[in-house]
């Protein structure tokens, strides 16, 4: 382009850089620039198609992948007989540079392991170095989760969006919550008097759980979970129903409400199983402890 070619020209002449350096320096931004506008104008396409969030984000991520790799390929053969040169050059720095950066190129390689083990993948539940949340973006050197708990009791979000480094991945522990199976193992705790009649107690708070619309789906959907990762995990189960366990305490009785829940649904089934319980407690059922 003539335009650029006058102005590489000035540059030589005015700083003593090479014109053909500038030149390439310029078409180099001029390359991501348009590649920049057309992410722009596929997420501008993505966001109007009729199409669920989840594939808009999915098929955004993909063409974003795709036309960065594109621009910088433009870049390679733009640069062509030159790369050679820069390369060598490259190879004296690579030692300073990696010192510099090494946190950086650990991200980018854990983020290599991410992708490649899955340890974790969108939408999952984890927690890791005190952080738990869901998460909802995956980059190149970090990952990002919508907190969960933290200031807020129970499984409910804080609204928080937490990034968290990709190679924590290999120096803190993770737990993920919906990796093998989407349920886990959640207790309530009830404290009725010692002189209830913990039997029938108990068998009105299970009958509770087991008619939770939520509840009684979970013990099948376990064991068929359960069933289809058993060649890659050795977890197994001898025992899915909802249980109730007892336990006096000094003057008090504790019975734990165990049963298998959803950790996305946890609190609503508290919040369904405490209400049910306060209407027996009140039409005179169950005779909860008072301290």
Known sequence: M???HEISQYVEKNIGFNSEYVELIMFTILIFLFFALLKAIVRLIYSKAAVSDKKKY???RVMKIVLTVLAFVSVILLWGHKISGIVTAITFLSTGVAIAVKEIIFDFFAGIYIGWKRPFELEDRV???GVKGDVINIKALSFEVLEV????DSEQ???RIVHIPNSFIFIKTLKNYTKAFKY???ELKVNVTLDSNIEE???ILYNIMVNNEVLK???KKMEDAVSDIIFEYRIYYNYLDPIIYTKIVDSHVELYLRYLVHPKKARNVQDELYLKILEEYRNGNIELYKV
């Open 201 to 203: 107690t108990k068998d």
């Open 58 to 60: 999915f098929r955004n």
């Open 2 to 4: 003539k335009v650029i």
């Open 184 to 186: 886990i193992w959640d």
């Open 157 to 159: 979000s804080t609204g």
């Open 149 to 152: 708990g933290g200031r807020i």
């Open 127 to 129: 927690e890791i170095d």
């Open 217 to 219: 789906e979970a013990p």
